[in-house]
């Protein structure tokens, strides 16, 4: 399976060391949990950051991504859990699973990684073919302000974290450019890791590409694929949505059935 716009996800532990403290959707996700009945679905789950905990909190997980290495990263943290987790790689535009489920969520920003119209109708008409009627679906995904979308192009300080095996400094900087026709930002994130003298030793670039959806065109996406927003908040702690927002989570509803999926914002049979 051939991964693309996935440099930042080709050393999972780094990915976890710089991400896996950082997990504001637990507590949100497992209020929804509570109300499902049967398997839930994480797609995009990664190294299982929230798949992992909702499974020891008693939930039955599938978590699905394309990135194999993330995936095997999953399985050995998941360990000997009491629910074992299904993991499936898989494309989540083109998903395949053997079961419907009544809560499927994603986290992370990942609706971001969906660059094309083509690619957001595959993952959106997924999760309706893959969620019960009535079932909930919730996921984030950064808030197109202009401060957000205009970054400058030259580098700039993010922050800084210390490695938990090596005990160096890391400093983190990022690049960015926007395609204001494409609606894509295109990232530089830099490295730079520093001995315990503050000397620069080391230093390491990704890049990656996110599309961004302002808020009324996702109403309108949401719709075409049979959804209903229920709610639309600004971040997991279920602060209204606002001009300042810097994210937007939401939680949808299924309300109808797409046969086929969208082609051009029609149903197809």
């Not at 399985?75 to 053997?98: F, H, T, Y």
């Not at 090596?166 to 001995?195: A, C, E, P």
């Amino acid at each position: 399976m051939t991964v693309t716009n996935a440099e930042e996800y080709h050393d999972p532990i780094l990915y976890d060391k710089e991400n896996e403290s950082h997990a504001p959707e637990i507590p949100f996700l497992l209020k929804w949990a509570s109300k499902s009945n049967g398997p839930i679905i994480d797609l995009a789950c990664g190294t299982g950051r929230i798949t992992i905990p909702l499974a020891k909190n008693g939930y039955e997980l599938v978590g699905v991504d394309i990135h194999n290495g993330m995936l095997e990263e999953a399985l050995k943290k998941a360990g000997n859990l009491k629910v074992p987790i299904k993991w499936v790689e898989q494309d989540c535009a083109k998903l395949e699973l053997d079961l419907k489920s009544s809560l499927l969520y994603s986290v992370g920003n990942s609706f971001q990684h969906f660059l094309t119209n083509e690619a957001q109708d595959g993952f959106l008409s997924s999760v309706n073919k893959h969620l019960e009627m009535s079932g909930i679906f919730i996921f984030g995904t950064r808030f197109p302000s202009a401060e957000e979308l205009l970054q400058p192009n030259t580098e700039e300080y993010w922050r800084t974290y210390i490695d938990s095996d090596s005990l160096q400094k890391v400093d983190m900087y990022t690049i960015s450019q926007y395609d204001s026709l494409n609606q894509i930002q295109h990232y530089t994130t830099i490295r730079k890791y520093r001995n315990k003298d503050g000397k620069i030793v080391d230093e390491k670039r990704t890049n990656i590409s996110l599309r961004y959806v302002f808020p009324k065109e996702m109403e309108r996406l949401l719709i075409a694929h049979g959804f209903e927003i229920v709610h639309v908040f600004s971040d997991w702690k279920e602060t209204p949505i606002s001009q300042n927002s810097y994210e937007m989570v939401y939680v949808c509803r299924k309300a109808k059935s797409i046969l086929g999926g969208i082609n051009n914002g029609h149903k197809r049979d």
